[in-house]
């Protein structure tokens, strides 16, 4: 007998491998912004000049639409994921495709925020309302790192959906690849309150 | 799941987000501002977990094998950078 036709068991977590290991870097990656996010509390609570730079406009608001812009990219990830599973692969691509547009529109809207910022005076050792220096560091070290996932993300979403379109790939890499991204977005969850509202002036 | 579905936790999620900003410039205390928005992101994390990365329609044992091991190392971290914070402060106890 070879070794392609020996009976396999089945998965206890009735997840094919590759999925099984995104759900491994998905936990592994969210002790990691866990890890940040509880260092950056720590820090948060233990300065005593923290100064708050963000006011309603246009950080707030700015984040407010940064925010639904990623839920919406969810919803067209999920449309992307029901599309495959039926067969539909055009409609699969299109559905893909406006995910990474709003990936891109998310990240440029974060890349302007960030150059007005840099304009005012910020950065990672400068803070230009007088106070700590880590709020500049903490913010962009936290939202620099979510921004990275955000790229990645768009990245692998369009080498993901090339393949499935060449037929390289089946229909549950896209749901797989659509896990990071809903990941993504969850992180999100966790950085605009912490990150973006606790600092509103 | 259907997509009619997706759209109402979609647009719950955006309710979330609205109720999260709300409470913001209601200026509660500090503590009261974080615990709230504490429990509106975990809500908000659940429902992703559970509807967009479909948690809800795997197998149970695929929930209570992540969401716990995840949950355990977080509630470590907080335990362990405190003890950071003090080595820094060079207090030994």
Known sequence: ???????????????PSHKLAMWLFIMADG???????????????GTPDWTKPFALWPSIANGCLMTVILLSSSLTMLGAGTAARAGQ???????????????????ALHLREWFAMF??????????????????STFFGITGLHLLHVVSGVIALGVVAWRFQRGRLGSEHIETVGLYWHFVDLVWMFVFPLVYLLNAR | MNMRTYVT???????LVAVEVLVTYARPSPGTLLATLL?????????????FM??????????????????????????????ALRLASLRLH
């Open chain 1, 119 to 136: 304009h005012e005076g910020w950065g990672l050792g400068h803070n230009p309302l007088g106070g700590a220096a880590l709020v500049g």
């Open chain 2, 9 to 15: 936790v979609w647009l719950g999620m955006i309710a």
């Open chain 1, 89 to 107: 692969k055009q409609r699969c691509v299109r559905w893909v495709g406006a995910t990474m547009l709003l990936g891109v529109f998310f990240a």
């Open chain 1, 1 to 15: 007998m070879s070794a392609t036709t020996l009976p396999l068991e089945e998965s206890p977590l009735g997840i």
């Open chain 1, 31 to 45: 002790a990691t912004f866990g890890a940040i996010l509880f260092a950056y509390g720590f820090l948060r609570a």
């Open chain 2, 54 to 83: 479909h948690l809800k329609y795997e197998r149970r044992a695929l929930l209570w094998w992540t969401v716990p091991l995840v949950l355990f190392a977080l509630v470590m971290l907080d335990h362990v950078w405190p003890d």
């Open chain 2, 39 to 51: 429990a509106l992101a975990l809500v908000e994390a659940a429902v992703a977990l559970l509807y």
